[in-house]
């Protein structure tokens, strides 16, 4: 069991920048960074996997870094560049022991089994 707690969310204005943090209770083998806007289903933002590889939705890329603090149990997402279109509750999601090498595989909604609670982004034009 993990628990994951993300913090960092807030209102931005178009163009503006925001960095979410996760931190976890204990040492993951991966990680993942999902966002569900009102009315719509949850998708599959970043992932990070066990060697530091990073996968990303078409969305997002150029605009977001997903990183990783070992040291610290801490997942982090950049988000530069923000868009009204990436308001939404981000959820950062862990697995405990899978290396996680499945490239978009791993952005699908049921493929990590840890969540957290989530923090909610809102951008403003």
């Known amino acids: 069991q993990v628990q994951l707690v993300e913090s960092g969310g807030g209102s931005v204005q178009v163009g503006g920048s925001l960095r979410l943090s996760c931190a976890a209770s204990r040492g993951t083998s991966c990680n993942g960074w999902f966002r569900q806007a009102p009315g719509k289903q949850r998708e599959g933002v970043a992932s990070i996997d066990s060697y530091a590889n990073t996968t990303y939705a078409d969305s997002v890329k150029g605009r977001f870094t997903i990183s990783k603090d070992i040291a610290k149990n801490t997942l982090y997402l950049q988000m530069n560049s923000l868009k009204p279109e990436d308001t939404a509750m981000y959820y950062c999601?862990?697995?405990?022991?899978?290396?996680?090498?499945?490239?978009?595989?791993?952005?699908?909604?049921?493929?990590?089994?840890?969540w957290g609670q989530g923090t909610q982004v809102t951008v403003s034009s």
């Open positions: 999601a862990a697995d405990l022991f899978r290396s996680c090498r499945g490239g978009d595989r791993t952005l699908t909604s049921n493929y990590f089994p840890y």
